[in-house]
Structure formats: C-alpha cells, structure tokens
C-alpha cells in the first residue's frame, strides 16, 4: 500500500486573497491533495488538510510557506489564537501505511529547508523536539509580540535557522503527531470569562482530561463564545465524554450548546465512538460500516484478482 | 468506477454446520466477498452480506440458495422471524455504479434459474414485483406452515417456477432494494407483551414511521426481549430518531434499552446522522470524514496520474 502523509498547516492570515494564493500553490503540486481548509477573522488564522506522498507534502508544503512569508506581515497580525509567525505551525501526520518516525524527518526537512531560504527561525515540536523542549505552548510562550525577547533566553535556541525573529514572519514551528480530533462547541453565551471557566474544567493543565487541551474564545458576531478543542488522543479520551462534561458545565452556568464542529477533518473511529455510545452499540468498528468494508473488499479483490 | 451489487440473502438455518456449507459457497467464488454473516437461534436464521460485480454475485447466490435447498428441510424449521422457505428472501443492492434497475435485472435472472434448477416457487418483492404484489409481508401471509394453502389462491401465482411448494425448501422472495439500515434494541424485560407493544408503535402500519417495520421477539437465554426493525429510508428516518422514540416508549413501562446493534452493515451515514445529532453539528457529511475523503482523493489521484 502507497504511503500517505497529512500535512495540517496553520497560517496567520484569515484575508481571502492571502488564503486564495497560499492554498494555491498547494494545489500546483499535482500529487498533493486538499482535503480541507478553514479560515476565519476571530481566530485570524488558516488551517489547511492535505495529503500525498511525502515528497509531494514537503513540496507543497514548502511553496505554500513561502507564499505566506511572503504575504503575511506579522506586526499587523491580530487574532485570539496563540500563534509566533506567518506560517505558525506545520505537523506531519502519518496516515495509511506511514510512521510518525517518516513524519518526524519530513519534518526536519522541512524546517531546514524552511529555514535556510527564508531566514525563519524553526522550531521542532513534538516527538520530533529535543528532550523538554516538545510542548507547544512553551514554544509559543509571549507569543510573537514577546518572541524577540524570549528567543535570546537560554534553552530557546532555535532548531534551524537565525537566532532572530523574522521581520515580517516571526518564527515557524514544525514536527509529527498522530491524528487528533479538532472539535469546537460554540455556547449560548457572549460572556468570555465563563466560557474560559469552562474550557479550565476540560484543559489538561487544569486537572481536565488529559489529551485535552481547551481555549475560549468570543465570536463578536455571533454574540457567542466557543471553546476550541483539540483532544490529542480520541481514543483514549472519547469525544462524546468530552461533550457530556462540557454540557454538565455548562448547564451550572444556564448557558445552552448552540452548536458544535469539527475543526479539519473528522477522524471516523471519534464518529463511530459517537454514535456506539449514544445508541449503546457495543460493537460498532470499522470493519461494520457497509462503505468502509465495501472498500477493503474490493481493494484487496483487486490486489489477488 | 466498477459497479458493485451487493447482496444479503436470509436462509431458514442457525445450525453451525449448515451455516459454513452455504457461507463456503460464496467464499468459493473469486470475485465475491463476503463482508459479514451472523446467524441466531431464536430467529433460526442467517443473514450474509456480499458484494462484487453483477456476474459473480449471481453466481454466489445461485451455487449458495443450491446448498441451502439441499440441506435446509422447512418442515422442522421453528423461528420468530416469518420465513417462507430454506432460501427464504434474497435482495439485490446496488452501490457504486449501479442503478436499481440493474438490481431488478438481477433477481429476475436469479429467480428464474433458481426456479427452473429446483422447481422452487420464487416470488418477486419491491420495485421488481407486478403491481400489487411488491409487500414482504403479503407474499410471506400465514408464512411457511400456510404456503401450500396460499400459493393456490387469485393473484398469488409464483413469478416463476410451479404453483407448489418445494417439499423441502418451501419458497423463495426475492428482488432489488436500496440499501435499508437493519437496526435491533434489546430491551431489558423478558415481557414479549411489552416488547410487542413498543414495536407497535414504531412501525409503519400501526401509524409509526413510515419507513420503518418493527417486529419484538424474545432471546430465552438472556431473559430480555428486543425490538428488530429494518429503516428502509434512513436518510427520511434517521436512526437516533427511532431510537429516541423508542426510549420514549420503553420508558412508560419502565424498562431500560440493554443494548443495540446493526443487523448487517451499517450505513456510513445512519452513523454520520447519529453523531451530528447528539453532538449538534451542523454540517457533518461524509467528505468531512479523513478516511473516506483520503480514499477519495487517492482514486482522484490515482485516475489523473
């Protein structure tokens, strides 16, 4: 079976045209495919899925970043999500066939490349960082406003590249992790501080679940709130649990769920989690869903025919 | 893109041994694959779902329903689920690339050979019977133990084959529908008075959804009873619709629901609908689930390459 690789880039940017020109040169390399992108102003921030080969990710992944340090200007950049640079974090996520060890390489490939051409400081995350230095959000720490201070601070050298912020796209953070399930769950509420009480109750942090992690945000259009999700091991940490304790949280506040969705795509064994839960299935896998078993059949048909 | 048929015949048997001769049938033939079986003795019945090309599948059935009349004897069949023969209702599906129509086409080839071969009775149901005779539970009235008496009466003259029932194997239903969700809750009470009373309100005929049937049957060993119910349009009737009205009902005489199952494959999106409801999401489709939309995009990939 083909090896396939999913590239989840977040860019700082939630401007049309700068979203229309970066996930073009996404889509110029022929074997990489755009599974999904999502952008909006009070997050300011891009997130693309796609896959291919590797080479085809690292190529694509590589235009694609230039063209957002080449049109994003941090200095200007507001948005309530943490985020040190243009193009702010690039995981590598080994999908059919691939290992998080090929992901952790691309990912170093990546970063040096990245680094060399630009002169954007890289970070490496993750499975792929050097010992105590793999948690995101210590990485992101001040985030770019404060980056020209810390990057000077013992410990925080970069992995690749200057040991100077980029003067338009701050700095880039990169590295492997297996598939995780974004999710946000928009509340009927447009106070912000009891939408952070809540999302405190679920962050790992906190004493919540521990491959949660939680932010709140305000959606001022709307006139809601969301808390942002991202559970990093769904198996683990199903998410119709972290559902049900959100909404028990919630209900001691009186503030409803309007709605709830998946920020990028939606891993299939978190749906069917779901739907065995609430229908009380016991035996709900992969191998019981008509299209998914349809599928194999006639991929393995094929292989001995 | 191949077309694929599936289908999912019900044979009169839960013996162990009869179960493998007509499973090892449809094993035998290459481009045929079964995607799952089960078989239990309180309906005294098996359920196979299979797929592959038009071709293959037909010849699975026929060398399968061949074994099953020589080994299934009516006259000593006891079961909760009405039955008219050995081989006792065989549907066509189509799924990718196929239409209904080449299903119809199907059936009626199957259900003249196999008349013809075994001087069985075979009935048509669904989109491929004359008009007036397209219901289940009309062709299967007073069911096995009556068929001799029936099979003379106006207007039910077998489609193909004699006017007689097989001394052995009774009769054959047979026809092309679209894939249906076969869904069972089992109900924590040994009360089949209840158990029938809920079933009742659910289906169709009794003013409950109309596209679905209910049935209640007991399963002695566990001392508790279950609701059996096929949703033949599950996208009109999504299935946590009839399973909250179920709970609903349950709920008046006090008996809690033990637990559900799929009978046969799930549909992929009975599970979307499922999740998208519980957990509030508004635009949960199958493109937005990342192994279903990698396949799609490595077939993509795969055909402009």
């Given at each position: 079976?083909?090896?396939?690789?999913?590239?989840?880039?977040?860019?700082?940017?939630?401007?049309?045209?700068?979203?229309?020109?970066?996930?073009?040169?996404?889509?110029?390399?022929?074997?990489?495919?755009?599974?999904?992108?999502?952008?909006?102003?009070?997050?300011?921030?891009?997130?693309?899925?796609?896959?291919?080969?590797?080479?085809?990710?690292?190529?694509?992944?590589?235009?694609?970043?230039?063209?957002?340090?080449?049109?994003?200007?941090?200095?200007?950049?507001?948005?309530?999500?943490?985020?040190?640079?243009?193009?702010?974090?690039?995981p590598f996520i080994p999908l059919r066939a691939s290992k998080i060890e090929d992901?952790?390489?691309?990912?170093?490939?990546?970063?040096?490349?990245?680094?060399?051409?630009?002169?954007?400081?890289?970070?490496?995350?993750?499975?792929?960082?050097?010992?105590?230095?793999?948690?995101?959000?210590?990485?992101?720490?001040?985030?770019?406003?404060?980056?020209?201070?810390?990057?000077?601070?013992?410990?925080?050298?970069?992995?690749?590249?200057?040991?100077?912020?980029?003067?338009?796209?701050?700095?880039?953070?990169?590295?492997?992790?297996?598939?995780?399930?974004?999710?946000?769950?928009?509340?009927?509420?447009?106070?912000?501080?009891?939408?952070?009480?809540?999302?405190?109750?679920?962050?790992?942090?906190?004493?919540?679940?521990?491959?949660?992690?939680?932010?709140?945000?305000?959606?001022?259009?709307?006139?809601?709130?969301?808390?942002?999700?991202?559970?990093?091991?769904?198996?683990?940490?199903?998410?119709?649990?972290?559902?049900?304790?959100?909404?028990?949280?919630?209900?001691?506040?009186?503030?409803?769920?309007?709605?709830?969705?998946?920020?990028?795509?939606?891993?299939?064994?978190?749906?069917?989690?779901?739907?065995?839960?609430?229908?009380?299935?016991?035996?709900?896998?992969?191998?019981?869903?008509?299209?998914?078993?349809?599928?194999?059949?006639?991929?393995?048909?094929?292989?001995?025919?």
């Amino acid at each position: 079976m083909k090896q396939i690789v999913e590239c989840v880039p977040n860019f700082s940017t939630s401007d049309p045209k700068v979203v229309e020109s970066i996930v073009g040169e996404i889509e110029s390399i022929e074997n990489a495919h755009i599974l999904d992108y999502t952008y909006d102003d009070y997050y300011n921030r891009l997130v693309v899925s796609f896959v291919g080969d590797k080479d085809s990710v690292l190529e694509a992944m590589l235009k694609s970043a230039a063209k957002a340090i080449e049109l994003i200007d941090m200095n200007k950049h507001k948005g309530q999500h943490p985020r040190l640079g243009a193009v702010d974090v690039v995981p590598f996520i080994p999908l059919r066939a691939s290992k998080i060890e090929d992901c952790v390489k691309i990912a170093k490939e990546f970063g040096g490349q990245l680094a060399k051409k630009h002169k954007v400081p890289v970070y490496l995350y993750g499975v792929a960082a050097q010992p105590g230095r793999n948690d995101l959000d210590w990485i992101r720490k001040g985030e770019y406003e404060a980056l020209s201070e810390m990057i000077k601070k013992p410990g925080r050298q970069p992995d690749f590249g200057p040991r100077e912020v980029h003067p338009m796209a701050g700095a880039t953070i990169t590295g492997a992790r297996k598939i995780m399930a974004g999710f946000n769950v928009n509340l009927g509420t447009s106070d912000l501080k009891i939408a952070k009480k809540i999302a405190r109750t679920l962050h790992a942090k906190k004493g919540g679940f521990s491959t949660v992690k939680a932010m709140a945000a305000t959606i001022p259009e709307k006139g809601i709130t969301q808390i942002g999700m991202s559970i990093t091991d769904f198996e683990k940490t199903p998410i119709y649990r972290v559902f049900e304790l959100l909404k028990i949280e919630a209900d001691r506040y009186n503030v409803p769920i309007v709605s709830s969705e998946f920020c990028g795509m939606a891993p299939l064994k978190s749906i069917l989690e779901t739907a065995a839960y609430y229908l009380k299935i016991d035996n709900l896998n992969e191998d019981r869903v008509l299209e998914v078993s349809v599928a194999k059949a006639m991929e393995k048909g094929g292989r001995s025919g």
